[in-house]
């Protein structure tokens, strides 16, 4: 299984929107709706922010949404502030109880 | 609430074996399945390997043949059998629960790590 495809940074002033990309295979992202976002602030375990390509856990912000179209999920962060600064990862069930994360984004509030 | 507390890191020379623990509490333990997720220095993600409620267990081909996930639901505690051990093999280990739906990690725990190395 290889890595899902995330960009390595991106970058936005507070209140500002930014959007991260996952791009994986029709084996993946684009053949199941298992897909999911964790938020890790540095030195601390992943938090589990978005699943099912869309819904919020209870207590993550409404700022956090998520999309997919065909092979490529999305990860949309509105409003942002300065607490969002951190890496995130998806990730996507990839058949025959596996799965695969992406390579990571590391999210700067400007 | 739910609560994972890993143990067992160390420093190991290659070729070796660890033995890493994970102690699950707040939640009914044996209805759900639970997973193993490494993260080398610096590096992103990976996920090595499930086991589901039932018992059934996966892995990652990066630690087929090397690596083990069990589980004792009348101790509430998981567990990650490691041997041939290889540098690449070093990373912060982490247990994860299932969500709802099997598919996800709604919950981790902090990390051990777990060091290759002559």
């Known amino acids: 299984q290889s890595a899902l495809t995330q960009p390595r940074s991106v970058s936005g002033s507070p209140g500002q929107s930014v959007t991260i990309s996952c791009t994986g295979t029709s084996s993946d992202v684009g053949g199941y709706k298992y897909v999911s976002w964790y938020q890790q602030l540095p030195g601390k375990a992943p938090k589990f922010m978005i699943y099912e390509v869309f819904k919020r856990p209870s207590g993550v912000p409404d700022r956090f949404s998520g999309s997919k179209s065909g092979n490529t999920a999305s990860l949309t962060i509105s409003g942002l502030q300065a607490e969002d600064e951190a890496d995130y990862y998806c990730?996507?069930?990839?058949?025959?109880?596996?799965?695969?994360f992406g390579g990571g984004t590391k999210l700067t509030v400007l | 609430q739910v609560q994972l507390v890993e143990s067992g890191g160390g420093v190991v020379q290659p070729g070796g074996s660890l033995r890493l623990s994970c102690a699950a509490s707040g939640f009914i333990f044996s209805i759900y399945g639970m997973h193993w997720v490494r993260q080398a220095p610096g590096k992103g993600l990976e996920w090595v390997a499930f086991i589901r409620h039932d018992g059934s267990k996966h892995y990652a081909d990066s630690v087929k043949g090397r690596f083990t996930i069990s589980r004792d639901n009348s101790k509430n505690m998981l567990y990650l059998q490691m041997i041939s051990l290889r540098a690449e093999d070093t990373a912060v280990y982490y247990c994860?629960?299932?969500?709802?739906?099997?598919?996800?990690?709604?919950?981790w725990g902090q990390g051990t790590l777990v060091t290759v190395s002559s």
């Open positions: 990730c996507s069930y990839a058949g025959s109880y596996t799965w695969v």
């Open positions: 994860a629960k299932v969500g709802s739906e099997e598919r996800d990690f709604d919950f």
